[in-house]
């Protein structure tokens, strides 16, 4: 079992990631495998004081623990080890000067922007 961590930094006021497995963009594609332990943590200079809120869309038993918040910066989920498929996700922040939440994806309405994924490889 490893782990994949997901760096979160803000950027022109939107959430950019970057992965361990060298992914990056506003929205990204992250390959684990089942048991891997997953970790989304701020960046260098990230412009974030706080990662608030992690909405999973789609199977809630994708994950055997988690996401769940370990601090203000960081937080963490396992895969489970009989997951299959695909889950999008949702991150929440707040921003260093101010206490206004920034939500990683926008409304289908108001953007083409795909929330970022987390996907198992065999």
Same mark, same amino acid.
């Given at each position: 079992?490893?782990?994949?961590?997901i760096y979160v930094s803000l950027?022109?006021?939107e959430i &950019?990631? $970057?992965?361990?497995? =060298?992914?990056?963009?506003k929205s990204?594609?992250?390959?684990v495998?089942?048991?891997t332990r997953v970790i989304w943590t701020l960046d260098k200079k990230s412009g974030i004081k706080d990662l608030s809120g992690?909405?999973?869309i789609g199977s809630c038993k994708f994950f055997s623990s988690g996401p769940a918040k370990k601090s203000c910066d960081k937080? &963490?989920? $396992?895969?489970?080890? =009989?997951?299959k498929g695909e889950i999008e996700?949702?991150?929440f922040a707040v921003a260093e000067k101010t206490k206004k939440k920034t939500k990683a994806t926008k409304s289908a309405k108001g953007s083409d922007a795909t929330p970022p994924k987390i996907i198992i490889r065999v």
């Open positions: 079992m490893g782990k994949v961590i950027q022109d006021n &950019v990631y $970057r992965d361990s497995e =060298k992914h990056t963009g990204i594609k992250t390959k495998k089942p048991g992690i909405n999973i937080w &963490v989920a $396992r895969v489970n080890r =009989k997951a996700y949702e991150l």
